[in-house]
T-cell receptor, first 110, second 111 residues
Framework: RKEVEQDPGPFNVPEGATVAFNCTYS??????FFWYRQDCRKEPKLLMS???SGNEDGRFTAQLNRASQYISLLIRDSKLSDSATYLC???????????FGKGTTLSVSS | DVKVTQSSRYLVKRTGEKVFLECVQD?????MFWYRQDPGLGLRLIYF???????EKGDIPEGYSVSREKKERFSLILESASTNQTSMYLC??????????FGDGTRLSIL
């Protein structure tokens, strides 16, 4: 199993749709998870941290499922500006560094 | 706000040259990282450092070396550049266990 794995997509959704991405991780001891957003030809930027209890930031909700070892990102009421690649981040198997997934591409159309 | 500054946005070098990519952060972060990002392969960790003069190999260290003489600066060195090292290079810094903050990236082309 890869250390951090995501469905690359692309996810093509209309404006206003709700879309969810999952990301699986292999290191069950990992305590730190994050979602990043990356626009084309730009650097990744932190979108939100993922807490055990789940957390919400406006239209974005992040969840952690330790039993199944995945984290999720839910985007409600999608906007055109949400079009980007979303990267999930977890700890590597050795526990020494954060590992990025390859990203899931979202395209929101009008 | 955390500021991670990479020395060049775009760089063109020739095969066999020794190439230096510089990264500076202003938040006194212990951890610094160098990644490369290629289409379809995502972000791949080259080297990282947890402290001054300390370095750890990432997933793809071959052909690269690093230097961390001061806490705020982490340099990536391509000892003898090759065309397969053409890529986007991203530097990041963080506090242990906290999210990483990235620089703008350097698009390096090796001709």
């Amino acid at each position: 199993r890869k250390e951090v794995e995501q469905d690359p997509g692309p996810f093509n959704v209309p404006e206003g749709a709700t879309v969810a991405f999952n990301c699986t991780y292999s290191n069950s001891a990992s305590q730190s998870f994050f979602w990043y957003r990356q626009d084309c030809r730009k650097e990744p930027k932190l979108l939100m941290s993922v807490y055990s209890s789940g957390n919400e930031d406006g239209r974005f909700t992040a969840q952690l499922n330790r039993a199944s070892q995945y984290i999720s990102l839910l985007i409600r009421d999608s906007k055109l500006s949400d079009s980007a690649t979303y990267l999930c981040v977890g700890l590597n198997q050795a526990g020494t560094a954060l590992i990025f997934g390859k990203g899931t591409t979202l395209s929101v159309s009008s | 706000d955390v500021k991670v500054t990479q020395s060049s946005r775009y760089l063109v070098k020739r095969t066999g040259e020794k190439v230096f990519l510089e990264c500076v952060q202003d938040m006194d972060h212990e951890n610094m990282f160098w990644y490369r990002q290629d289409p379809g392969l995502g972000l791949r960790l080259i080297y990282f450092s947890y402290d001054v003069k300390m370095k750890e190999k990432g997933d793809i260290p071959e052909g690269y070396s690093v230097s961390r003489e001061k806490k705020e600066r982490f340099s990536l060195i391509l000892e003898s550049a090759s065309t397969n090292q053409t890529s986007m290079y991203l530097c990041a810094s963080s506090v242990q266990g906290q999210p990483q903050h990235f620089g703008d990236g350097t698009r390096l082309s090796i001709l």
